[in-house]
């Protein structure tokens, strides 16, 4: 259902008005988490399981320290 899903999160990105952001929005999919950094309408994205168990900040860290770090190298690469 990868399809089913994107349209919903890209729907949802939409609403937001997260077109030309430079910061991480999140959101939330059952029991996914959707990180989204999204620079001259290119969007990075990373997913992660959502665990009710755990605290998710350091996992959160992790997620947004990527997402920046791929930004960056793929303006180096592809500017």
């Known amino acids: 259902n990868f399809q089913q899903i994107t349209?919903?999160?890209l729907y949802k990105l939409k609403i937001n008005g997260q077109k030309k952001t430079n910061n991480i929005?999140?959101?939330q999919y059952d029991n996914y988490?959707?990180?989204f950094i999204i620079r001259d309408n290119i969007l990075?994205?990373?997913m992660s399981f959502k665990d009710n168990n755990n605290?998710?900040?350091d996992e959160n860290l992790i997620i947004c320290a990527f997402l920046?770090?791929?930004k960056k190298f793929?303006?180096?690469?592809y500017n």
């Open 44 to 46: 990075f994205l990373c």
């Open 68 to 70: 920046y770090d791929l």
């Open 33 to 35: 988490l959707f990180h």
């Open 74 to 77: 793929f303006f180096t690469q």
């Open 7 to 9: 349209r919903i999160l």
């Open 25 to 27: 929005i999140c959101i």
């Open 55 to 57: 605290n998710f900040q």
